[in-house]
């Protein structure tokens, strides 16, 4: 059943928060990945509509989240915006040069295989839009404790050979956990991109059960993760 309510709690940078319902009922947690409509980033206090569903451990969650009412949009300086414009042109056309690759391919990308999301350059994540596909690989530079927060996630960042770094939030409640994992191991990677202030956050990197995403994972050492 459809639901409505506002978006008390964001964590941008980690992609997810809680939603408080209209009316009566405990506030529900509410992951980036659920939300339908991905021309925007969640605001707080976004009144949003959105069904109950269950993780891999019973727990609550949102599921199929809407925009109902937009946030006021903040004021851009012409020459700001004319300046940024090469910038976002080549993020549009690297989106619609992947997206392309994706279409070509029937959306997926065998892990096993030399592809291209193993070779993306560093570069490309400059001005890339949240919510894009993405693949690469890196040296682990450190090693985080999981988030324990609605999904469990193992966490760790790499760094390119750019020396660009990205957090990678692995969903452990769906794939399987990197056990010998350590500093200074190589990790390719394919998943969805959400940029934040540190680099971006690569998250997805593991089959979808309900089949709404395309298929990401993580490769260790020869062993595909998904």
């Known amino acids: 059943m459809e639901q409505q309510g506002r978006l008390t709690q964001w964590n941008d940078a980690r992609g997810f928060g809680f939603i408080t319902p209209l009316g009566r009922g405990p506030r529900v947690f509410v992951h980036i990945s659920q939300f339908q409509q991905t021309n925007r980033r969640p605001c707080l206090h976004d009144r949003l509509t959105y069904t109950i569903g269950r993780d891999g451990q ?30 976002r042109a080549a993020g549009f056309l690297l989106v619609g040069l992947v997206s392309l690759y994706f279409w070509w391919t029937n959306g997926s990308i065998n892990p096993t295989s030399n592809s291209i999301a193993e070779k993306v350059n560093a570069s490309a994540f400059q001005g890339q839009r949240s919510g894009a596909p993405m693949g690469g690989d890196g040296e682990v530079v450190r090693v985080l404790a999981d988030d324990n927060v609605g999904s469990r996630h193992q966490r760790f960042i790499l760094r390119l050979d750019s020396g660009q770094t990205l957090l990678i939030a692995h969903n452990i409640d769906i794939a399987p956990r990197i056990e010998t994992l350590k500093t200074g191991d190589r990790v390719a990677f394919y998943g969805q991109f959400e940029a934040n202030p540190e680099g971006g956050v690569i998250h997805w990197t593991h089959h979808d059960p309900e089949g709404h995403h395309g298929s990401g994972w993580l490769k260790h050492n020869g062993t595909v993760y998904q």
């Open 58 to 87: 019973g727990r609550s969650r949102a599921q199929q989240v809407r925009y109902q009412q937009k946030s006021q949009p903040k004021s851009v300086h012409s020459k700001s915006f004319l300046d940024a414009l090469p910038i």
